[in-house]
């Protein structure tokens, strides 16, 4: 007898004011958090925590979840977990996810399964629908710009998988505010506008600030800001020692190295001291800071497990800052 009950949303999940935000000048609203699963949603993760960080997000109103072809390790097993856990327990909310994937970075051999022709993409995005076993994704993303092919190839191939129904919505990740520009105008005058642009943005890496993000939002192209917590550095995950089991740990994992863990200690110290004097935590400070900008449509964080969702979430109840906040913060993390 299976005594496993079946999953319920919990019924008060839409209930947080504000929490939803119109991206660009589209029809669509993300909410202001929004989950990626980069990390801790592939082969070697357990599963069962992988339902519980979806259910948990989805229960507090986290309807954006946002995956790449690549993700894992292996590549493709983070899409495959996260179709088992959509069909398991999310099926009968489709209509209420965004669910985003992407294509760009090395996928398979050989001389189609990189970067940016329409060959790629248009393989890609059916393998991605596949293991996931959807009929369509809400955003389809271009991961990085290609320096070789032509960018209205890559653009034309997006705009055919939004008029073949495979996708709703198209995105760009990573490129350049040159680069977002061109793309935005090919877009538009292929019928097929631009929805998003999904570029890194936090207190350690704040030049979008000063180009991209102002222009993206004079286009009315929405802006997710991912690893706004510098992947973990900014939070209290590294404050006395590197854990087991954390991203700067995991043999798995080579994009957070214990020498970045090392060098950036005393700038974690100082910002946990300001967060404090704010009440937050240095997470909910770190989320705050990129949520003050009205060009930032959401941040789309990683977590591994409950509680750090919980936290982070309620980085959205304080996100005004003084201009003494603003210069405090660049001060520490510039000079220190
Ligand atoms: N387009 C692109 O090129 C690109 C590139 C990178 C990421 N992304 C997207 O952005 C998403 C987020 O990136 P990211 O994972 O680097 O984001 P992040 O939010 O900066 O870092 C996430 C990590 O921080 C730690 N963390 C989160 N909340 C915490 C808390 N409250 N207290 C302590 N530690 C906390 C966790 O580390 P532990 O796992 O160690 O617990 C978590 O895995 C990805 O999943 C992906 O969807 C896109």
Not at 26 to 48: E, M, R, T
Not at 66 to 82: H, K, M, Q, R, V
Not at 135 to 145: E, L, Q, S
Not at 157 to 178: P, R, W
Request: charged letters at 25%; proline letters at 4%; glycine letters at 8%.
């Amino acid at each position: 007898m299976n005594l496993i009950k079946p999953y319920q949303a919990c019924d008060q999940r839409y209930k947080t004011k504000n929490f939803y935000k119109r991206c660009g000048k589209s029809g669509i609203k993300l909410p202001k958090v929004s989950l990626g699963l980069w990390h801790n949603f592939g082969k070697n993760d357990d599963l069962q925590n992988q339902k519980k960080l979806i259910q948990t997000a989805f229960d507090n109103g986290i309807t954006h979840f946002d995956l790449a072809n690549n993700y894992g390790p292996p590549p493709g097993s983070a899409e495959t977990n996260f179709g088992k856990i959509l069909g398991d327990d999310l099926s009968a909310y489709r209509d209420e996810l965004i669910l985003s994937t992407k294509a760009g970075y090395g996928m398979w051999e050989g001389p189609y399964g990189d970067f940016g022709s329409r060959k790629y993409l248009i393989a890609s995005c059916d393998q991605s629908l596949k293991r996931m076993n959807l009929d369509y994704v809400d955003i389809f993303y271009h991961h990085r710009p290609d320096p070789d092919t032509p960018l209205e190839e890559t653009m034309s191939a997006l705009d055919h998988l939004v008029k073949s129904g495979k996708a709703l919505y198209i995105g760009i990740s990573n490129y350049s505010e040159t680069e977002a520009l061109k793309a935005i105008r090919i877009l538009e005058g292929l019928g097929t506008p631009c929805l998003i642009h999904q570029l890194r943005y936090n207190m350690l890496d704040a030049k979008p600030q000063e180009d991209v993000l102002p222009s993206l939002f004079q286009a009315g192209v929405g802006s997710i800001v991912y690893s706004p917590l510098a992947q973990g550095l900014l939070s209290n995950r590294y404050r006395n020692a590197i854990p087991k089991g954390s991203r700067a740990e995991r043999k798995d994992s080579p994009f957070l190295s214990h020498h970045e863990v090392e060098t950036h200690q005393s700038i974690i110290h100082n910002l946990t001291i300001l967060s404090e004097k704010r009440g937050q935590t240095l997470a909910q400070l770190a989320l705050a800071w990129c949520l003050r900008l009205e060009s930032v449509t959401s941040v789309l964080i990683g977590v591994s497990t409950t509680e750090q969702i919980k936290e982070n979430l309620k980085a959205c109840d304080h996100t005004d800052f003084t201009e003494e906040e603003l210069h405090e913060i660049s001060r520490i993390c510039q000079k220190d």
